[in-house]
């Protein structure tokens, strides 16, 4: 059984288009993320909810909306795709705040053309 | 502002040889600190964590992290190296939130 999983795993889509990436975690956490990692391998933060509230929001352009339907999926959705866009999306889960470890997914390897 | 930093961007060792990765952080007070794996093409796996107490964590694959206060570092050792360790190994801090910051990651390559 994944703990976390992502779908899809690829995502190839041309400029302009929207898109969305599922995530699902079946570890009974309440706080959920999403980063994402560039071409140089650099993980940066995008967002965090907890109980599906909206903790952590950095600087993201308003085109990534992300959506927790309940405590144990959150998608995310990317209007308008631009080239920049390309890059590998990974979501984690944690239990609580702090210091806890987070989960992660495969990630999502998404391609804008 | 608060920074985790991996010096090395890419080290090659032998099969066999020790290894160690380091890692330094910029907090103000002591975080909590995580080193993970990422495999080619896969997600990211905890391999060990840094909360309190005994400065010398173990965890899996034979790993061990020292937590270092006076130098704010957290390096990652293994005394042998396997093949299948060639991976991009990333150190991360958090504090009291849920924010983890990464650092930038440094891939490993092992040579037979």
């Known amino acids: 059984d994944t703990a976390v999983s992502q779908t899809p795993k690829y995502l190839v889509t041309q400029m302009g288009n929207d898109k969305s990436i599922k995530c699902e975690q079946n570890?009974?956490?309440?706080?959920m993320y999403w980063y994402k990692q560039d071409s140089k391998k650099f993980l940066k933060i995008m967002f965090s909810y907890n109980n599906k509230e909206l903790i952590i929001n950095e600087t993201v352009p308003n085109r990534f909306s992300p959506k927790s339907p309940d405590k144990a999926h959150l998608n995310l959705h990317i209007n308008s795709l631009e080239l920049g866009d390309s890059a590998v999306y990974f979501c984690?889960?944690?239990?609580?705040?702090?210091?806890?470890?987070?989960?992660f997914g495969a990630g999502t390897r998404l391609s804008v053309l | 502002a608060q920074s985790v930093t991996q010096p090395d961007i890419h080290i090659t060792v032998s099969e066999g040889a020790s290894l160690e990765l380091r890692c330094n952080y910029s907090y103000g007070a002591t975080p909590y600190l995580f080193w993970y794996v990422q495999s080619p093409g896969q997600g990211l796996q905890l391999l060990l964590k840094y909360f309190s107490g005994d400065t010398l964590v173990q965890g899996i694959k034979g790993f061990e992290a020292e937590f270092k206060r006076s130098q704010s570092s957290f390096n990652l050792r293994k005394p042998s190296v396997h093949w299948s360790d060639a991976a991009e190994y990333f150190c991360?801090?958090?504090?009291?939130?849920?924010?983890?910051?990464f650092g930038a990651g440094t891939r490993l390559t092992v040579k037979p």
């Open positions: 991360a801090v958090s504090y009291n939130n849920n924010d983890m910051r």
């Open positions: 984690a889960s944690s239990q609580g705040t702090g210091g806890n470890i987070q989960y």
């Open positions: 570890l009974g956490h309440d706080t």
